[in-house]
């Protein structure tokens, strides 16, 4: 049982480039979610999915897209990567309204 | 939006201390989770407490919805307590959960 698992661990990008992180959950959840994390701060939503088929926007969706094509991936994607999109970024899943369990984090560098 | 807010922002112990920290919310909630950041950076989930009151080992948590607050507590703490402790709730059937700023907490020997 993996848990949530996240791929790549790290990525440096140039301005301009794109890329898409992927998250994986072997736990059965309906709802995941993409969080991003900046210095001294909490984390910030960015995009969720209540469901296959489903997104929604976060707090700070700008920049980014989403996409839930099966239960257990969430995919987010960065078509035109900024220097103010160098964060760590989290996904994490849940059943709805109960506890989220969070993968380990991808360190996103864009020069 | 609803606002969280954790004090203190920053706790240095000695190893075997107790400490309380504190999460305020601005708006009625039907979530509210704490959370363990590590020095490694995972973020592990400690308790789901919308109300009422949790322990698990040497951790517990409170949390009084009516007015608006959340407590976790850590006894006797241990170095490998250190990290950041983050408090996150949910507004009613709006499905996102809105962290605070966290506790940095630092536990030495």
């Known amino acids: 049982n993996a848990g949530v698992t996240q791929t790549p661990k790290f990525r440096v990008l140039k301005t301009g480039q794109s890329m898409t992180l992927l998250c994986a959950q072997d736990?059965?959840?309906?709802?995941m979610y993409w969080y991003r994390q900046d210095p001294g701060m909490g984390l910030r939503l960015i995009h969720y999915?209540?469901?296959?088929?489903?997104?929604a926007k976060g707090e700070v969706p700008d920049g980014y897209n989403v996409s839930r094509l099966k239960k257990q991936n969430f995919l987010l994607g960065l078509e035109s990567a900024a220097p103010s999109q160098t964060s760590v970024y989290f996904c994490?899943?849940?059943?709805?309204?109960?506890?989220?369990?969070f993968g380990p984090g991808t360190r996103l560098t864009v020069t | 939006g609803i606002q969280v807010e954790q004090s203190p922002p920053d706790l240095i112990l000695q190893e075997g201390a107790n400490s309380t920290l504190r999460c305020n919310f601005s708006?009625?909630?039907?979530?509210l989770q704490w959370f363990h950041q590590n020095p490694w950076g995972q973020l592990i989930n400690l308790f789901y407490?919308?109300?009422g009151t949790k322990q698990n080992g040497r951790l517990s948590a409170t949390t009084v919805a009516t007015e608006r607050y959340s407590l976790l507590y850590i006894s006797s703490s241990q170095t490998t307590d250190s990290g950041v402790y983050f408090c996150?709730?949910?507004?009613?059937?709006?499905?996102?959960?809105?962290f605070g700023t966290g506790t940095r907490l630092q536990v030495f020997p």
């Open positions: 994490a899943s849940s059943i709805q309204g109960y506890e989220q369990y």
């Open positions: 736990m059965n959840h309906e709802y």
């Open positions: 999915s209540v469901g296959e088929g489903t997104t």
């Open positions: 708006d009625s909630v039907n979530n």
């Open positions: 407490i919308p109300s």
């Open positions: 996150a709730v949910e507004r009613y059937n709006t499905d996102k959960l809105i």
